[in-house]
């Protein structure tokens, strides 16, 4: 049985991702600076993390400040970090305002829930996450100076207007009469939020969309349906699919989305939003589903979602990024779909303990 949220960050495939995040122009220009990372247990935080303290192994004396609620979660993902002095964690609920840190250059509040179990669970505190992180994030900044990298979804688009791929300038399809709106609007809002700080404060503020995001650095509770697969084909079992699976999605390497992060935070114009998608991995559901068994040698099976699971769940059909204007800065993507699951499960397989 595979039981695994403690990466092994010695794996050469892994090693390989941090080293081409670290190939980003113009990466130089963040040597001693001091990163404010909210969110920092987390699929992305991890990585990102990963990939800045890896940098200082090049002499860059970046310091992280790592806030995160658990302190014992924080211990199993980052906790090879905590005597270095380049690394500090903050034990701290995004809700309450950061005023006991000292200042930083740069802030990437990535504090979420951002799973389908969360929002049908606990929609008014993901609300609250989701507006008073970034709240508190901003006025950070202004308090400091520092520039903001803001994490919003792929979920603001709503559902698709036919065939085209989401731009950044499209408004968005939404539903409001649904708990699952907690999470598609408040990320609307904390936009909005970022575009006043800007107009009112001139608050240095940079925006990335995120895709559907997966890799080796995701936790084991993550009940979003990608997670799910990729948990079943490392315990060695069939690929459950609560759908007819026709979704069609895009989805981005983790990795990948750190070094998108970061190339949008150094070439990024300010208050502009960017996509970050890779057109190799824009796939549906099933065949998502597929690409997982075929790496476990199982079979994929069709089973009708619980109740609970069903209030949580998305209900577009057609969520595809158009990554056109990220592509324009310079930005590249690297993996096909197949190549970025096989590494994800190759890297999961060889970790080697659990904790949720």
């Not at 909210?38 to 699929?43: C, D, E």
């Not at 993901?126 to 803001?150: C, P, Q, R, S, W």
């Not at 190799?280 to 476990?296: E, G, I, P, R």
Request: include cysteine; hydrophobic fraction near 40%.
């Amino acid at each position: 049985m595979y039981n695994a949220t403690v990466l092994n960050k010695r794996h050469p495939l892994y090693q390989e991702d941090l080293a081409r995040i670290l190939q980003v122009e113009g990466l130089e220009s963040l040597r001693g600076k001091r990163f404010l990372i909210t969110g920092a247990t987390g699929l992305i935080g991890v990585c990102l993390i990963d990939a800045l303290m890896h940098m200082n192994q090049q002499g860059a004396n970046i310091t992280v400040f790592a806030v995160g609620r658990n302190k014992e979660k924080a211990a199993l993902r980052l906790g090879e970090y905590f005597e270095d002095k380049h690394f500090v964690y903050v034990e701290q609920d995004v809700r309450e305002p950061f005023d006991n840190l000292p200042k930083v250059d740069y802030i990437i509040p990535l504090a979420a829930n951002t799973h389908p179990l969360a929002y049908s669970q606990f929609p008014v505190e993901t609300i609250e996450i989701n507006v008073k992180g970034a709240e508190f994030a901003l006025l950070k900044a202004i308090e400091d100076d520092a520039t903001v990298l803001y994490p919003s979804t792929v979920e603001v688009y709503g559902n698709a207007r036919g065939e085209e791929p989401f731009t950044e300038d499209y408004t968005g399809l939404l539903n409001l009469s649904t708990a699952r709106s907690c999470y598609t609007e408040s990320k609307r809002l904390c936009e909005a939020m970022c575009q006043s700080f800007i107009a009112e404060k001139n608050a240095k503020i940079k925006l990335v969309r995120l895709s559907r995001i997966f890799g080796p650095t995701m936790l084991m509770s993550d009940s979003k349906a990608s997670s799910q697969f990729l948990t079943k084909a490392l315990n060695g079992e069939d690929i459950v699919l609560k759908s007819k699976g026709e979704q069609l999605f895009s989805y981005t390497y983790a990795a990948e989305t750190a070094c998108a992060m970061l190339y949008v935070l150094l070439h990024g114009e300010q208050g502009l939003a960017y996509n970050i998608s890779n057109d190799n991995c824009n796939v549906h559901l099933k065949d998502f589903a597929h690409y997982c068994a075929a790496w476990a040698g199982r079979e994929v099976v069709f089973e009708l979602p619980s109740e609970t699971e069903r209030k949580g769940f998305s209900v577009a059909m057609r969520a595809i990024l158009d990554n056109t204007r990220i592509r324009n800065i310079g930005w590249q993507p690297q993996y096909t779909m197949q190549e970025a699951i096989n590494r994800t499960l190759t890297i999961l397989s060889s970790s080697d303990h659990f904790h949720s």
